[in-house]
C-alpha cells in the first residue's frame, strides 16, 4: 500500500523546469529520505506535494486520492504535517501555544485534550521544560526541535522534514536520529536532508534528485555505493 | 485566580466602574464619556482587524459610516422606527464588509491598505453623490423624538450614557470571547506567522474573511448607535479623517489587547479637549504626544503595561 504517489510531477519557473516529470512513491510506514545538490528541486517537490505551491503538470495522490487540486490546509487535516527548512515559528507566542495551534482543528474545544497532545509532543522532542517561555527565546537547536514539536502533534501519516538537522549540534543530531527512529512504523516520514550520515543512519530507502530529476533510488547501501550519485556529489563525471 | 478569571473580573470592573461614574460625572464629562464609550466600540472594532489578525485597514470609516447611514437613511426616508434602523445599519455593516472581504482578500501586504483607502473613499464620494438622500456634508438630523427604542428616549444623557455603556459591554464581551476562543488564536497565528498557520492546516482566506466581516459590523453597530444617540449623520463620519481615528486610537491604546481601543480613545479624547483649551495649536500638542509615545511605548498603553508585567492581559 502507497501512502503518496506522484504522477509526471512538473514545476516550471519562468523557462527554468525544477521539478521534471517525477513519479515517485512511498509506501505506508517506511522513512524515505530525498537528496540531492543544492539547486535540486528538494524543496519545490515537497512544496508541491503538501501545497504549498501549485503543480504545472502531473498528479499528487494521498492516501488514494488525487489531492493534486486540494489546497495545503485540506491535504494538512488529511494527515499530512510539514515542517519547514527555514524554522518557522511564532517567535511571539510561548512555545506551548505554538504546538497548541498545531493540534487545535484535531481537539476542537477539548483544551485538556490539546494540553495533553502537547506535553506529549515535547516530551517527546524533549523540551517540556520550555513550555512557558516565548519560542523567539529559544536557542537556535530548540527552535529546530519545536518546528519537529509542531508536526509530530499533529499524529498525521505523512511527516515531511525540509533539513530537519540544519545548523544542529552533533548531540542534537543524534536525539534526533533517536527520535526518527522512534516513530518508524507509527507514521511515515519524508526527509529532506544534506547530512549523508542522518540519511544513512536512519531512512529505509533514499531517493536521490538531481537538475528536478529522480536520478537514482534505493536502499542506503545502494545509494551509497551509486557511481552516478558520487558524480553528483562529488562533480567529477 | 485563574488567568481567564482574572482577565473577565478586570473588564467587568471596568463595566462596573464606568456604571457608577454615570451617577458622578459632571455633565460635560458625562456626555463625553457616552461618546468616547461608542467610539471605542468603533475602534475595537478596527482591533478586530488590525490588532489581533494583523490587516492594516485605511478605510474603515466605509463600515462606520453604512452602519450610521443604514440607520439614518432608513429611518430618514423610510420612516422606519430606530429598533428596525438599527438592524437595518448592523446588515449594512454585515453586506458591505462582506462585499468588500471577498474583494481584499485577494490582496496582501500593502495592496491590502491601498484597496482599503479606494472603497472608503468610494464610499466617501457616494454619500456626497447621493445628497439629495443623504444631504452630503450637511447631514441628516434624526428628530429626537424618533431617537427612541421600547419607550426609552435616548437622547436623554442618562438613557444615552447607559446605551453607550450596554453597547461598549457587548463589544467587550464579544472581543474577549473571540480572543479566548480558538478561532482568535488563529486570527494572532495570521497575523505572527501566515505561512505557518496555513500549513498546520488553517483556511486562511475564511479566517481572514471572518475577521473583516467582524470587525465591519462592529464598527457599523458603533456607526449606527453614535447616529442614534448622537442624532446626527454626516458626510464627514465617511471621510479619510475617520478611517485615521481608529488606528490611532489603537495604537495609543494597544493593538491587540482587548482594553487598548478604549484607552486610546480616552486618552486621545481628552488629549485634544484639554490641549484645546490651552492653546489654538492644540493638534501640535497632540502630535508632540503622539511620537512621544510612539517612541517611548510603541506597543501603545495597555500593550506597555502587558509588557511590564501584566502578560495574561487579553
Redesign the interface.
Known sequence: MNLLSTHNLSRKFGGITAVDNISFVIPTGQVRALIGPNGAGKTTFVSMLSGRIAATEGQVFFDGIDVTKEPAHLRIRAGMAYTFQITSIYGRLSVFENVALAVRWQTIGDENETKRRVEDALAEVGISDRATQLAGDLSYGHQRLLEIAMGLCQRPKLLILDEPTQGLADSEINQFIRLISNLRGVMTILLIEHNIDVVMRSADAITVLNNGKVLAEGSPKEIHENAAVQAAYLGTS | MSELKKSWLLHLGIVALLFVLQFVLPSYHHASMARIMVLTCYAMGYNILFGYTGLLSLGHALFFAAGMYGLSLSMQHLEWLAGPALIIGLLSGVVVSLTIGLLLLRTTGVAFMIVTLMFSQAGYLTVLYFGEFTRGDEGLVIQQELRSIAGIDLSDPTSRYFAALLLMTICIIVSLRVVQA?FG??L??IR??N??????????QRHKLSAIVLSGTMSAAAGACYCLLFGYAGATFASVQYSIFPLLWVLLGGAGTVLGPFVGTLFMFYLIDLSSGLTTAYMLIAGFSLVMLTLFAPQGLVGEIRRRGLRWLP
Open positions: 480558538g488564536r488563529v494572532v497565528a505572527e506567522n505561512e505557518r498557520t496555513r500549513m498546520l492546516g488553517y483556511d486562511i
